[in-house]
């Protein structure tokens, strides 16, 4: 057995291991610098292994196979290194919009204007026309305020971005009248008391948790009050003894007191979803028609486009959100903006937007079709766990997900996965399996329900990718 001063000289030096022609592929793409740097830490590693006299590197160090094993070594690091961390998933938990997944899926032209924008200069705030400077507002404002009816329209960054802005424009240091009933916090800590205090407003309570009246809006109104504001609430829903104060009688009350009346609609969509056969969600053109005097809702909720804050109204007070500098930090780019335009653009054919937004075909998708898919899957996903769990199709329900219609569930069917367990091991058993689908090369994500791994089809887009890597399940 070689003394380990020995082994350390059958080390090849950095040098050495660069100029094999296995790496000159490797360098070519990532570049000399990085693959260097791999390089030393994996001759560091191995000399560590030596001082530690580890039985497998000393075997490893008497092959001729050194250098190649080097090589390979240097490979995976690199290529780990190099890997995006951010990458594609099958979406199979049931929440049709899901915020850590990324919600919502682009159309396809979205995609591609998305591509062209990044790619070029634009005239993203250029005129065309006059050659002078232009507005990024102006690409969506027609478009927008031909669909909702409104006088005119921006965008920012999120739905939470336009509700600060909205906030800080038109009630600074002022009081904002809010029923306690719609208090929210939607996911990922958008709380409404909170976003009241980043955006320096006061934030007054009104009425009770289950019932607020106009009369309570009305005796709270004073010199100090800055905007009258409802809130959708999104993700819960108050049942029982309850009564709140409709848009309508809220915008009256607001003209009268010559006040804004702003209505944050969270999911807002710009179609009745009831053609669809789907639940009612208050559209934006209602919330317009009842009187509201700002509007705001989110790009990627039911709207089905990227992560954007929409918000539409009064061209005058437009015009004072424009002119806030924190306008200037929560607006979109022109990436961003080229999806919304083609989104926003497929609304005005509602009839094809079904089989044109991925949201919208999702949240149709007829149960007989995912009935099928599921059964094909069925048939793949047991004889890829033969041995190991049990495969059936049950029936189970949709969510649409971020905060849009909680209590509206949609018919759905699931792949119901019941792993072979020893006792007193089923969770184990099932988390282990549920680790393995999501180490799939295109992660696979479900949920656990009752013992169970579920996948709900409907969001299944690529069935011939799903059964085609399930090969490489573990
Ligand atoms: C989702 C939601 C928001 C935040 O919208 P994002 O686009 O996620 O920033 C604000 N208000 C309500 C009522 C919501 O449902």
Redesign the pocket.
């Known amino acids: 057995m070689n003394s380990s001063s020995a082994l350390y000289k059958l080390l090849p030096s950095v040098d050495r291991v660069l100029q094999s022609p296995v790496l000159s592929p490797l360098i070519s793409r990532v570049g000399h610098e990085s693959v260097k740097l791999a390089t030393r830490s994996y001759l560091e590693s191995l000399r560590e292994k030596i001082s530690q006299a580890d039985a497998k590197t000393l075997k490893l160090l008497d092959s001729d196979t050194l250098l190649p094993e080097i090589c390979l070594g240097v490979q995976v690091m690199v290529n780990k290194e190099f890997a995006s961390s951010l990458v594609p998933v099958f979406n199979l938990t049931g929440t049709v919009v899901h915020?850590n997944l990324g919600r919502a899926r682009l159309p396809e032209n979205a995609v591609k204007a998305m591509a062209v924008a990044a790619r070029s200069s634009t005239n993203l705030e250029f005129d065309l026309v006059s050659g002078k400077r232009g507005d990024r507002d102006a690409h969506l404002e027609r478009s927008l305020c031909a669909i909702t009816g409104a006088e005119a329209a921006t965008v920012v960054?999120?739905?939470?971005?336009?509700?600060l802005l909205v906030l800080n424009t038109l009630a600074q240091n002022r009081e904002v009248l809010i029923s306690r009933g719609e208090l929210?916090e939607?996911?990922?800590a958008?709380r409404?008391p909170d976003v009241m205090q980043s955006a320096n407003c006061i934030l007054k309570e009104i009425g009770t948790t289950n019932r607020t009246h106009l009369r309570d809006y009305e005796s709270n109104v004073n010199a100090d009050t800055g905007l009258i504001m409802k809130?959708?609430?999104?993700?819960y829903e108050i049942r029982g003894f309850t009564n709140s104060v409709t848009a309508a009688e809220l915008s009256k009350l607001a003209t009268e007191k010559n006040i804004p009346f702003v209505s944050?609609?969270?999911?807002g969509t710009l179609v009745d979803l009831t053609q669809f056969g789907l639940p009612h969600e208050p559209t934006v053109m209602e919330t317009l028609k009842a009187g509201a005097d700002i509007v705001?809702?989110?790009?990627?909720?039911l709207l089905g486009g990227p992560?954007?804050?929409i918000i539409v109204g009064k061209r005058e007070l437009i015009e004072q959100l424009k002119n806030n500098p924190l306008k200037r930090a929560l607006r979109v780019d022109k990436i961003t903006l080229a999806a919304l335009l083609e989104v926003i653009n497929l609304y005005k054919d509602p009839q094809r937007l079904t089989t044109r937004l991925p949201l919208l075909a999702d949240l149709t998708r007829p149960l007989a079709d995912i009935e099928k898919a599921a059964e094909r899957a069925c048939v793949e996903l047991a004889k890829a766990l033969a041995g190991r769990a049990t495969v059936t199709v049950q029936a189970c329900r949709s969510q649409i997900g971020?905060?849009?219609l909680p209590l509206e569930l949609l018919q759905s069917r699931a792949v119901e996965i019941t792993p072979v367990a020893s006792k007193g091991q089923t969770d184990a058993t099932l988390n282990q399996l549920a680790a393995s689908f999501r180490s799939l090369p295109t992660p696979v994500i479900g949920r656990i329900s009752d013992g169970k791994l579920l996948f709900d089809m409907r969001c299944l887009a690529d069935e011939a990718g799903f059964i085609q890597q399930l090969q490489n399940l573990c």
Do not use: R
Request: charged share 10%.
């Open positions: 915020t960054n999120n739905n939470a971005a336009a509700v929210v939607i996911g990922g958008f409404i809130v959708h609430t999104s993700n944050d609609l969270g999911s705001s809702f989110s790009g990627d909720k992560q954007a804050g971020s905060g849009a």
